[in-house]
C-alpha cells in the first residue's frame, strides 16, 4: 500500500486511465466553461472516449504521460519534445490536469517542478506550454511558475478559440 504523506510522480500504468480519463474530463468541463461550447464539453467529451484514448496512449506508447499519485491518481501531465516547428529544441508541457476537487494544495507546482526536472535530466533547457487565451487562472498559474508569454498565437479551430504559448528557460542548477 502507497504511503499518503510520500506522494509519486511516474509514468502512467493500463490500470491509471479510467481515472486519468476522469480527471481529462472534469478539468476541461472546470477549466474551459464559457471558453468551450458547452456541447463540446458535455455531448462530445465523455470518460468512456478518453478512456480509448488513454489506453492506446499507454498500449502504443504515443504520448508520454506521467501522474501525480499518493495513492489516489490527483493528477496527470503529459510531455515531451515540443511540436512546434519553431522550438524544436525545446521540452514541452502539453498538458496538466489536476482533479477539481483536488486543486490549490500544490500538486499542480510539483508537477510543473517534474516535468522541468526531467527536461533539464533529459538535456533541455528550455519548457513551452500552451493555453487558451481566455484561460486566465493557467495564466496566472504559469506566470507564478515562472513562465513568460512568448507572442506566438495559433487558433484552436475545433473550438474557435486562440491560444497563446508560454515558455520558460530552465536555470544551470536544473540543467
Given at each position: ?26 478539468g ?54 515540443c ?26 507546482a ?19 506550454l ?17 513562465y ?28
Amino acid at each position: 500500500m502507497k504511503n499518503n504523506t510520500h506522494p509519486i510522480i511516474r509514468p502512467i500504468q493500463l490500470s491509471d486511465v479510467p481515472r486519468v480519463a476522469e480527471i481529462h474530463v472534469f478539468g476541461w468541463r472546470s477549466a474551459y466553461r464559457g471558453i468551450v461550447s458547452d456541447e463540446h464539453l458535455f455531448k462530445n467529451m465523455l470518460v468512456s472516449n478518453r478512456i480509448k484514448r488513454f489506453e492506446n496512449s499507454v498500449l502504443n506508447k504515443t504520448e508520454e504521460i506521467h501522474v501525480y499519485d499518493d495513492g489516489i491518481v490527483k493528477a496527470w501531465i503529459s510531455i515531451g519534445t515540443c511540436r512546434d516547428e519553431d522550438k524544436t529544441a525545446a521540452f514541452e508541457l502539453g498538458g496538466i490536469y489536476v482533479d477539481p476537487f483536488m486543486q490549490r494544495q500544490g500538486i499542480g507546482a510539483k508537477m510543473v517542478t517534474y516535468c522541468e526536472e526531467l527536461a533539464a535530466s533529459r538535456g533541455y533547457n528550455e519548457i513551452c506550454l500552451w493555453t487558451f487565451e481566455k484561460n486566465l487562472s493557467a495564466q496566472a498559474f504559469y506566470e507564478k511558475m515562472g513562465y513568460v508569454q512568448d507572442g506566438a498565437t495559433k487558433l484552436y479551430e475545433n473550438f474557435n478559440t486562440m491560444g497563446m504559448r508560454y515558455t520558460k528557460i530552465l536555470e544551470d542548477t536544473l540543467c
